[in-house]
């Protein structure tokens, strides 16, 4: 069964930063490329970043490029997505997924998690 946890949001005023963390297995981490997504009450589902099972290359969406990071931690089974310069717009529910196949940031991933909110003000 695979499980991927997401944790790390919260409120924040914009501007400021916040660290998502997304725990998965060994077996999610060292095999599978996993994105970060977000959805906004009333907006489709957005791709904002992607990372190889190698730990590259990365892939983010113009919306957020040169402000949010991806990064995985293969050793302690963790995803991590580090967002500064937040800004309003950023508000919506987060999730990560994760698929054996290289998918970028297309939607397609086959394993996600149940989200954690990010509230920017």
């Known amino acids: 069964h695979v499980q991927l946890v997401e944790s790390g949001g919260g409120s924040v005023q914009a501007g400021g930063s916040l660290k998502l963390t997304c725990a998965g297995s060994?077996?999610?981490?060292?095999?599978?490329?996993m994105g970060w997504f977000r959805q906004a009450p009333g907006k489709e589902r957005e791709a904002i970043a992607a990372?190889?099972?190698?730990?590259?290359?990365?892939f983010y969406a113009e919306s957020v490029k040169g402000r949010f990071s991806i990064a995985k931690d293969n050793a302690n089974h963790t995803l991590y997505l580090q967002m500064n310069s937040l800004k309003p717009e950023d508000t919506a529910t987060y999730y990560c997924?994760?698929?054996?196949?290289?998918?970028?940031?297309?939607?397609?991933?086959?394993?996600w998690g149940k989200g954690t909110q990010v509230t920017v003000s």
């Open positions: 060994a077996y999610i981490l060292e095999q599978c490329g």
């Open positions: 990372i190889d099972k190698r730990n590259g290359p990365t």
């Open positions: 997924a994760a698929d054996i196949r290289p998918l970028g940031l297309r939607q397609t991933y086959g394993y």
